[in-house]
């Protein structure tokens, strides 16, 4: 490694690797915790946390919310989400994929790599894009040792991840939906999730930036 690599703090998109094994194991950049009443996201250009925006309403996001690195959202996500759905034309949302990490822990802080276990996911819609969620669970947290794949999880508490996605960009006047859920999906359907959202990743930004 050159003396150069270590000036400079690696790009948390495209400088960090997608994850140990995966896609049953994979890193998680985390831009916003369940304290959070501001909403941080990354800057895609610098790769720094900026503000977003302040929470437009009450809701705060119930779990660890932020990304998977070289991960891109685009033809072959979009395509999955039309086979699941049976709606043709979707097309990805032109982000990484998003990722929600289940932990008992209290992690005060964004900013910071997670390795987390894909357990399942929401296939979101949000103006004919896909713009999935991955729900996953903490590496090593033993209050979620049994949780391996969605069915596993609380329902209560997928109903306030579903809730949040729901309702937090619509406003209270608000007499449709903006984004809806179309399938709550298991953790065969993430892993398949992830290898398509890598697929793009490659084919839009090239296999030298998948180089670890």
Same mark, same amino acid.
């Given at each position: 490694?050159?003396?150069?690599?270590?000036?400079?703090?690696?790009?948390?998109?495209?400088?960090?690797?997608?994850? =140990? !094994?995966?896609?049953?194991?994979?890193?998680?950049? %985390?831009?916003?915790?369940?304290?959070?009443?501001?909403?941080?996201?990354?800057?895609?250009?610098?790769?720094? &946390?900026?503000?977003?925006?302040?929470?437009?309403?009450?809701?705060?996001?119930?779990?660890?919310?932020?990304?998977? =690195?070289?991960?891109?959202?685009?033809?072959?996500?979009?395509?999955?989400?039309?086979?699941?759905?049976?709606? =043709?034309?979707?097309?990805?949302?032109?982000?990484?994929?998003?990722?929600?990490?289940?932990?008992?822990?209290? %992690?005060?802080?964004?900013?910071? &790599?997670? !390795?987390?276990?894909?357990?399942?996911?929401?296939?979101?819609?949000?103006?004919?894009?896909?713009?999935?969620?991955?729900?996953?669970?903490?590496?090593?947290?033993?209050?979620?040792?049994?949780?391996?794949?969605?069915?596993?999880?609380?329902?209560?508490? &997928?109903?306030?991840?579903?809730?949040?996605?729901?309702?937090?960009?619509?406003? =209270?006047?608000?007499?449709?939906?903006?984004?809806?859920?179309?399938?709550?999906?298991?953790?065969? $359907?993430?892993?398949? $999730?992830?290898?398509?959202?890598? &697929? !793009?990743?490659?084919?839009?930004?090239?296999?030298?930036? $998948?180089?670890?």
């Amino acid at each position: 490694m050159s003396k150069r690599s270590f000036l400079y703090r690696a790009h948390p998109w495209h400088g960090v690797a997608v994850g =140990p !094994d995966p896609p049953a194991l994979v890193t998680a950049y %985390i831009e916003l915790t369940p304290e959070d009443t501001i909403k941080y996201e990354l800057d895609k250009a610098s790769g720094i &946390l900026k503000v977003d925006r302040p929470q437009l309403y009450s809701n705060v996001c119930p779990a660890f919310y932020g990304f998977i =690195p070289r991960t891109y959202c685009a033809e072959h996500l979009g395509a999955l989400a039309s086979e699941r759905t049976g709606r =043709p034309g979707i097309i990805g949302d032109g982000d990484p994929l998003d990722i929600c990490v289940l932990t008992d822990k209290r %992690i005060t802080r964004s900013n910071i &790599l997670i !390795d987390a276990i894909p357990i399942g996911g929401l296939r979101m819609i949000d103006a004919n894009k896909a713009d999935d969620k991955i729900i996953a669970v903490m590496k090593g947290d033993q209050a979620y040792d049994l949780v391996r794949d969605i069915s596993d999880v609380r329902p209560t508490q &997928l109903d306030r991840l579903r809730h949040y996605f729901l309702t937090y960009k619509q406003s =209270p006047d608000a007499s449709e939906r903006v984004v809806e859920i179309a399938e709550v999906y298991d953790r065969d $359907a993430a892993h398949e $999730a992830i290898r398509r959202s890598q &697929l !793009d990743y490659e084919a839009h930004f090239g296999s030298a930036h $998948a180089q670890s």
